[in-house]
C-alpha cells in the first residue's frame, strides 16, 4: 500500500483558507487519493478525491502535484467547524478498494 | 436513506464475554469493511468483505470474526473480549469502482472491564 505522510498538526485563522499537505511518493498510477476528516471521534467524513487532476467541490479543492508524489487539500475559508483530523489516503486499487488511514493533521481553527 | 447503520452505539463487556456488533447499509454496496479506532491514532482494518458470503482480513483480525450472510449487513464478533479491544469501532461500505467514496457509520463505543 502506497503510505502517506501529513504533518500531525496546524492552526488555521478563522476566514482564512487552510492548505493541508500531504506526501504520497509511492503511489500507484491507477491509485486514488481520499481526504476524509474526523470530527469529534464520529465517523470518519468523505471530503474530496484525484487521480491526477486538481478537483474542486462544495466542501474543498484538491491540488496533485503533476507527478502525483504530493498532494494540498484546501479549505478555502475555514470556520471553526472545520476543526478537525483530516486524513489523505491512497486509496489501494485492488480487491476490497481498503483505505488505509494514518496519523492525519489535527487542524485546530481559531477564532 | 439512512446510510451505514451500527449497532449499538455504546457497549460494556466484562473480560471474556462475547458479543456482536452489526453493520447495516442500504446503498447495495458490494463492499464493507470493520475498522477499529484507539485513542489519539488512525482506523485499523479489521476484516473486510467483497461481496456476500466473502470476508478477507484487514491489519488487525486477531481475536475477531466476521461474517456477511446478507449483502447489506456485515456483523462483527468478538468470542472472549479482552481489554485490548477497548476500542471505538466503525463499519464502512462502498462500491466496487474505487472512485467513489466510502461510507462510514457513526461508530459503536466498547469498552471492556
Known amino acids: 500500500d502506497a503510505k502517506t505522510t501529513q504533518p500531525p498538526s496546524m492552526d488555521c485563522a478563522e476566514g482564512r483558507a487552510a492548505n493541508l499537505p500531504c506526501n504520497h511518493s509511492?503511489?500507484?498510477?491507477?491509485?486514488?487519493v481520499y481526504w476524509y476528516r474526523q470530527i469529534h471521534s464520529q465517523g470518519p467524513q468523505y471530503i474530496i478525491h484525484?487521480?491526477?487532476n486538481n478537483e474542486t467541490n462544495e466542501m474543498a479543492s484538491l491540488i496533485i502535484t503533476e507527478d502525483r508524489k504530493s498532494s494540498t487539500l484546501i479549505l478555502p475559508h475555514a470556520t471553526l467547524r472545520d476543526t478537525a483530523v483530516y486524513y489523505c489516503i491512497v486509496r489501494v486499487k485492488a480487491a476490497g478498494n481498503k483505505l488505509t488511514f494514518g496519523g492525519g493533521t489535527r487542524v485546530l481553527v481559531k477564532p | 436513506n439512512a446510510g451505514v447503520t451500527q449497532t449499538p452505539k455504546f457497549r460494556v463487556l466484562k473480560t471474556g464475554q462475547s458479543m456482536t456488533l452489526l453493520c447495516a447499509q442500504d446503498?447495495?454496496?458490494?463492499?464493507m469493511y470493520w475498522y477499529r479506532q484507539d485513542p489519539g491514532m488512525g482506523l485499523r482494518l479489521i476484516h473486510y468483505s467483497v461481496g456476500e458470503g466473502t470476508t478477507a482480513k484487514g491489519e488487525v483480525p486477531d481475536g475477531y470474526n466476521v461474517s456477511r450472510l446478507k449483502k447489506q449487513n456485515f456483523l462483527l464478533g468478538l468470542e472472549s473480549a479482552a481489554p485490548s479491544q477497548t476500542s471505538v469501532y466503525f463499519c464502512a461500505s462502498s462500491d466496487t469502482t474505487g472512485n467513489t467514496e466510502a461510507f462510514f457509520g457513526q461508530g459503536t463505543r466498547l469498552t471492556v472491564v
Open positions: 509511492t503511489i500507484s498510477g491507477n491509485e486514488y
Open positions: 484525484g487521480l491526477k
Open positions: 446503498m447495495n454496496h458490494e463492499y
